[in-house]
């Protein structure tokens, strides 16, 4: 089976889901991916103020990076747990894998609900769906089969997560259908100008890290590969620096753009391709995953110079694939 194809009972399991989450009188846990994004953020906000707005005793576990810490109220976060009480069912989202869910254990009645073709399709019901821009795209078809009412609250994570995935609808995930439900979703009361200006906001420190990042950049492959790393005495900034492979990605002539972060269990890798070149297969070759413009991994237990070697010659491989090389 090919892993990006649409779900064909898309609309059959999602029907299935709204009609479980209605019914649910435990706790419900809503969790998200390690390293949240927008998508992640947005989503799991929008479906946990719609299980909320429908009286049901629901958890939000997350911890959302400082760019996204103005979509929360203090009083929606709840903290990880290790365990689940019994009878709780849990919603996974935007999680390519169960063991990106962060915050709390993969256990009881599962609902995994994301758009990553490499999604194993864990859990009691998995909706995966790759032809959809973002996993909060599925949410906001999940609240209007919960049957809640949409207000500027709800539809305002939610857009955050559309936003996000598509690049400000930039990206060729941002379908007609993405711009109805954006426009929808506005509709709702959404300032969008403020949203998206607010979404930019970084801290001074961002911008001394941009440049430190910047002087790191270097072409392989006659530049069809830019790559750049945050450098070792930044490390502490690198909260700030999820955005840096969206920047290189812009240089002329390059079709696979790499960034890559030092951490303590290794080295976190964000791929972006175009041009018939697949970031998701070259995220698979390191043991990772995500879509097939933009993909990420985590090289276990190795140093930088190690990592740059791993991703030149997986970036290599693929490329001889789409006939570059
Ligand atoms: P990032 O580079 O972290 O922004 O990730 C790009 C895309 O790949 C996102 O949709 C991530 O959820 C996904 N991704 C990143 N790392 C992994 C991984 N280790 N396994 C599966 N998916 C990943
Ligand atoms: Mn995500
Ligand atoms: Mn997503």
Redesign the pocket.
């Known amino acids: 089976m090919d892993g990006n194809a649409p779900d064909p009972r898309y609309w059959e399991k999602m029907r299935l889901v709204a009609e479980v989450l209605k019914a649910v009188e435990g706790p419900i846990y809503i969790a998200t991916?390690v390293?949240p994004?927008g998508?992640?953020i947005g989503s799991s906000l929008g479906l946990y103020r719609s299980l909320k707005a429908l009286g049901k005793e629901a958890y939000w576990v997350a911890e959302p990076p400082r760019f996204l810490r103005f979509l929360p109220k203090e009083e929606e976060y709840s903290d990880p747990v290790d365990k689940l009480p019994v009878g709780a069912t849990l919603v996974a989202l935007?999680?390519?894998?169960p063991s990106?869910v962060v915050g709390v254990p993969v256990e009881g009645f599962v609902i995994n609900i994301d758009h990553?073709g490499?999604n194993p399709r864990f859990g009691h019901i998995a909706v995966v769906d790759p032809s959809k821009a973002a996993t909060a795209q599925m949410v906001k078809d999940l609240i209007d089969l919960l049957g809640v009412e949409w207000t500027a609250e709800i539809a305002t994570p939610v857009l955050t997560g559309i936003l996000t995935?598509t690049g400000n609808f930039r990206f060729a995930n941002t379908t007609p259908e993405v711009l109805r439900v954006a426009a929808e979703l506005v509709g709702y009361g959404v300032k969008l100008a403020e949203l998206t200006d607010r979404l930019q906001f970084r801290p001074p420190s961002y911008f001394r890290l941009m440049g430190q990042v910047l002087s790191t950049v270097a072409f392989h492959f006659g530049g069809l590969l830019v790559t750049a790393h945050l450098p070792e005495e930044a490390k502490r900034e690198e909260e700030d620096s999820?955005d840096f492979?969206g920047l290189i990605r812009y240089v002329e002539g390059s079709v696979v753009s790499v960034?890559l972060r030092k951490r303590e269990e290794g080295v976190?890798?964000?791929?972006?391709s175009r041009g018939g070149v697949s970031?998701?297969n070259i995220?698979l070759k390191?043991?990772?995953?995500?879509?097939v413009p933009?993909?990420?991994?985590?090289l276990k237990d190795v140093d930088l110079d190690r990592a740059y070697e791993l991703v030149l010659e997986a970036v290599a491989e693929e490329l001889r694939r789409a006939g570059y090389l």
């Open positions: 991916h390293d994004d998508d992640a935007d999680s390519a894998e990106r990553h490499t995935d999820d492979v960034f976190k890798v964000s791929i972006r970031a998701q995220a390191l043991e990772g995953g995500g879509h933009a993909a990420g991994a985590t």
